[in-house]
C-alpha cells in the first residue's frame, strides 16, 4: 500500500517558523522525486520544493532562502523547515511522490502532473 502523511502544520504570526514532516511507506520512500506542494483558496496547486534520490533539492523562487527540505531516511520521513513566514505562505500543504523512479526532480518538477501519489494535506495558516 502507497502511503503519503503529512503533519506539523498550524497557525503562526508571520515572521515564525514550523516544520512540516511527510512519512512516506517503504515502497516510495525517495525511490524517486517527492516534494512538498501547496494549494490556496482559488488558486492552482503549485511546488514548494522537490528532493531527488541523491538529495539533490529544487525550491521554488518564493521560497528560496526560507524553506529547507530535507529527508530523515531512518524514518521515511521527509521535511520542510518554512521559516521566515508571510501571510502568503498561507495555504493547504501537500507531500507528493513521483511513480516514474528514473525522474530525479528534473525540468517541471513543479508541476503537480509529474507526482502520482499524494498525502491528505496540512494546513499553514500565517497571519499578518
Known amino acids: 500500500e502507497v502511503q503519503l502523511v503529512e503533519s506539523g502544520g498550524g497557525s503562526v504570526q508571520a515572521g515564525g517558523s514550523l516544520r512540516l514532516s511527510c512519512v512516506a511507506s517503504?515502497?516510495?520512500?525517495?525511490?524517486?522525486?517527492m516534494g512538498w506542494f501547496r494549494q490556496a483558496p482559488g488558486k492552482e496547486r503549485e511546488g514548494v520544493a522537490g528532493i531527488s534520490r541523491v538529495s539533490s533539492t529544487r525550491y521554488a523562487d518564493s521560497v528560496k532562502g526560507r524553506f529547507t527540505i530535507s529527508p530523515d531516511n531512518a524514518k521515511n520521513t521527509v521535511f520542510l523547515q518554512m521559516d521566515s513566514l508571510k501571510p502568503e505562505d498561507t495555504a493547504m500543504y501537500y507531500c507528493?511522490?513521483?511513480?516514474?523512479?528514473?525522474?530525479?526532480?528534473?525540468?517541471?518538477?513543479?508541476?503537480?502532473?509529474?507526482?502520482?501519489?499524494w498525502g491528505q494535506g496540512t494546513q499553514v495558516t500565517v497571519s499578518s
Open positions: 507528493a511522490a513521483a511513480a516514474d523512479y528514473s525522474w530525479a526532480c528534473g525540468d517541471m518538477w513543479y508541476r503537480a502532473s509529474r507526482f502520482s501519489y
Open positions: 517503504a515502497n516510495i520512500y525517495r525511490r524517486g522525486c
